[in-house]
């Protein structure tokens, strides 16, 4: 009997077990209750809902790398900048967003909200500007299968 793979695309809360873009052989699995039994990262065996991963195959992007497309003037929690940055993907897509603080936020709707809506696509919000915050923030939206849908795709393909 051949085992089955699956492919993690949201880690859920299981931090310490999974991780997104890897595989995972399915030990058991409950159609019932609609879960796979994996060992996880943590080498400890247990269930999973099914919706955390993918059939083997099938394309999960994962971050590479990125980078500040602005130079970053405060890189403090209380920064009212509105900084771009690139993405690079392990299936060499290049994506984009504009990232700010809190404070930047509050900044900026102050100045532009005019009606009763506003609204920011592809906008991440970071504690600070700081290499750490920032790259905690992506790796996090990345490991919970949200970084692609909270940026935009480049038209051409760069380095990052």
Known sequence: ??????????????????TRGNEYEVIAEDEEKEQFKIKG??????????????SSGISVPVIVSWKFDNSVEDSS?????HIEISI??????????????????????????DGNVYLIENQIIVRSFSYE??????????????LIISTKSLNSLGTI
Request: net charge negative; proline share 1%.
């Open 77 to 81: 929690a209380n920064s009212l900048e």
């Open 88 to 113: 690079l993907f392990n299936d060499g897509q290049t994506r984009w967003c504009s990232i700010c603080t809190k404070s930047g936020l509050m900044d900026y709707l102050e100045r532009n909200m």
């Open 41 to 54: 990262d943590n080498n400890r065996s247990r269930w999973f809902k099914k919706y955390y991963f993918v």
């Open 1 to 18: 009997m051949t085992s089955k793979i699956v492919v993690c695309n949201d880690i859920g809360p299981y931090l310490e077990a999974l």
């Open 133 to 146: 915050s920032v790259n905690d923030a992506l790796n996090d939206l990345d490991q919970h299968n949200q």
